[in-house]
């Protein structure tokens, strides 16, 4: 986790000296600052039917452990390729769909990136994920982690989305009240359990979101 900026240190207002509306901007990874391809042609090339990966990794049984940090990714990913396995009749073409997936990088937004970069000069910028413990390596794969201030990744405090103490140990780890801070998410549930914490909170379609988001943020 990279070192957070201390409360103290952050700038109370713009350059204008005009006070700004939030402290810190926490917001989701995937599906806002990066987006997963379709896994259809790896699937049907392994001999599985479209849908048959994301049935087995994002079942609530199976993600829920990874994503609150109570197995590891590697176990998950274990744990998946058996369950394809059971519902499909073979554990070594299960294998090696798992292990193709695996190796899949996600497609970064460079206007999201941008955006964030730019909200970091003027406040704390935390990144907040349902991830597994292998999400800061990932990030450091494709040059994200030093994006933001800091990383809350929910394999590591215990608790994921949309549970309310994600989002509070979240605002903890960044410096800031609840109240000030601006949360962003693609997921309408993220948003609603964002907002009963107090938090200012934007359901994320496309850039044009963070963007208006973070606009009170930039001079001019």
């Not at 590697?74 to 009749?89: I, S």
Request: glycine share 8%; net charge negative.
């Amino acid at each position: 986790m990279t070192p957070l900026v201390p409360p103290a240190s952050r700038p109370a207002d713009d350059s204008s000296g005009k006070a700004l509306p939030f402290d810190a901007v926490l917001c989701d990874i995937d599906g806002v600052l990066r987006h997963w391809p379709a896994v259809d042609a790896i699937e049907q090339a392994h001999g599985f039917d479209p849908g048959a990966l994301a049935a087995a990794a994002f079942a609530p049984a199976r993600l829920l452990p990874a994503v609150t940090g109570a197995v590891a990714d590697e176990e998950w990913r274990a744990g998946v390729a058996a369950d394809l396995a059971a519902a499909h009749g073979s554990a070594d073409r299960a294998a090696a769909l798992v292990a193709a997936w695996s190796e899949v990088l996600p497609r970064v937004d460079p206007e999201a990136a941008g955006l964030l970069t730019l909200a970091r000069a003027t406040v704390t910028v935390g990144l907040l994920s349902n991830g597994t413990t292998r999400l800061e390596r990932d990030l450091a794969a494709q040059g994200l982690d030093t994006l933001a201030h800091t990383v809350v990744n929910t394999a590591r405090i215990g608790v994921a989305k949309p549970d309310p103490r994600a989002y509070l140990t979240a605002a903890q780890l960044v410096g800031a009240d609840p109240g000030r801070c601006l949360f962003v998410d693609d997921t309408p549930a993220n948003v609603t359990a964002a907002r009963e914490t107090g938090m200012t909170a934007v359901h994320y379609r496309g850039p044009e979101d963070l963007r208006a988001a973070l606009a009170p943020l930039f001079p001019g």
